[in-house]
């Protein structure tokens, strides 16, 4: 499974390192755009049909039948995509008017305190959220959407801030002098600059969200979790197997599609 | 002090301008007053700290004046929407502030689409920004900012300053994180500009040497912006007001003067010129008759070719275009005479030869018209100044004039 490395307290989650690797990859001659556009897809592709071939060879009793057939295959892909969909956009929805809030000079005061929030909610590990909020208010879909969301609203909070935040003071000054009101020089000069930073803090919580979706199968929200938790009381390996690589498959392929977006949505010129 | 600001009509008005930051003991800017004449650039220069650019962002109230007007126009803009106030202001800064996610065009369209122009409008005007400032529209247009030299944002910049044609512009500095070389050009190309645009310029500078070079008049602040003298350049490097002016323009305020004149601000003295295919005793003849000691010979085109001596043109074995020493100090009559002295101490005859911008020969500066282009300035300073005296003295004759 895919495990981002999140700095807690201090870096700019994902944006420092993914731009970093992306600078040694194409150093080292690795592969070009159209290979990382291509080339993923291929692979997971690869891995699935392995997988299917895998588990076709296999003797399935009937606690295996149980959780590898089509439709419950399908149903918990579905509920993972779903947990992992519903809690990003909340994750954005929360995160990012918030990284703007406090960012203008008006209410840049509340920044440190809004960063604590955040903090608190990324250190707490992500199964005591959970937990913690089955014992306080149920289980459910809704339950882990709140859990996902509280674990991953710090990395995009803080890329949108630091995103604004390293925008030439001078391009600020320009547009305020030409008669851009605050406004104008937020939507057309701050925020498009701020992007690629913005974007790569939204895939690293995308990333943590799809592994963090696997845990909601605890508190009754389903989702590939569900199969492998299967697999591991049964003590059945292909399912376990199964559950593992899906999960690993479903977080890369969405890490692709965050990276096609990145890539189209880079403000041209810079 | 005199004051230097008697045009009719000031563009900009500043009244008392105070600038006090709060939990600091002085004020930044303390009661600047000054008027600015219509069309002219004003420069305001001083040590850094002296609060030039505070006063400068407080005209188009990127910082709010604590106390104070400011008059544009004869119109207090002090209290009208800052917003709107701006997008009739051009602005420049130092570090230019292009934005990179727009194209040239997008740049120095900004204003007009601010201001609702229709798409074509603000198309054909870009164009003629473009154009203006010196770069082809079609070439440059589509350009992303880190597409182009230092030197050409900077122009890009310029155009964008003044895209809805704004009658007032401020520029702090505009030219100060440019390379020497590529900086004099810009400052005469920005002044080129000036000449046909007439805008109302105040400019910020630290640099006494830039002030006194794109300056109708300059104002010299000291801390708090307590303005030291405000006058023409002439003046201010004639008789400057006190010690501290005098400190500030440094040593050689008069080879300073000399970039105030140009070339053909000055008569020219002729000096005795002949074509190449003149035959050789005319010559001969042309150069006894003269009192120099050599004669300058031009090509077909009237284009300086060769200084030739009474021995050059007596090798009657060398064609005349390889005798003698090559014409070189050349130089334009928009040149100023700093430049033309300094073509001058690398001349062989010690002057240097003025060509009109085809490269044909004119006539000739030499170091004594230099002498007297400064004596003439001397004299009209102290003209004027007796002048204004004397007015000044005027309406108090009967109580002043005892003895």
Redesign the interface.
Known sequence: MTAPTVDRGGDVAGAGDALAAEELVEELGGPSPLWRWVGTPVVLAGVCAALYVYVQGQDLDRIEEAALNAPMIRQRVLEHLELTAVSTFFVIVIAVPLGMLVTRPATRRLAPAVLAVANVGQSIPSIGILVLLAVVVGIGFEQAITALVLYAVLPVLRNTMVGLDQV?R??I?????????AR?VLL??EL??AVPVMLAGIRTALVINVGTAALATFIGAGGLGWIINQGNIHDRTPVLVTGSVLTAVVALALDWIAGIVEDLLR???? | MTDASRSPEPMIRLESLTKRYPGQAVPAVDGITLDIPKGEIVVLVGPSGCGKTTVLKMI?R?IEPTSGRVLIGGEDVTRADA??????IG?V?Q?????????VAENVG??PK?LHWEKQRIAARVDELLELVGLDPAEYRDR????LSGGQRQRVGVA??L?ADPPVM?MDEPFGAIDPITRDRLQNEFLRIQADVRKTIVFVTHDIDEAIKMGDRIAILREQSHIAQYDTPEAILTAPADGFVEDFIGAGAALKRLNLTRVREVPLDHWPAASVHEDRARLRRLLAESEQGSLLLLDEEDRPLRWVTARDLAREREPLHRVGLPATAVVEPHATLHDALDEMVTSTVGCAIVVDRRGRYQGVVDLGTVTSAIDEMRSDVRRRDRAVAEAEAAPGDAVGEVG
């Open positions: 030439d001078s391009l000054e320009a547009g305020r002098g030409m008669g851009m009101t104008q057309r000069i498009p600059l403000p041209k010129g810079t | 188009n990127l917003d709107e106030l701006r997008r009739h602005y800064i570090q230019i502030g292009l934005f990179p996610h727009m194209t900004m204003v601010l992303y900012p880190k597409e964008r300053a895209g401020l």
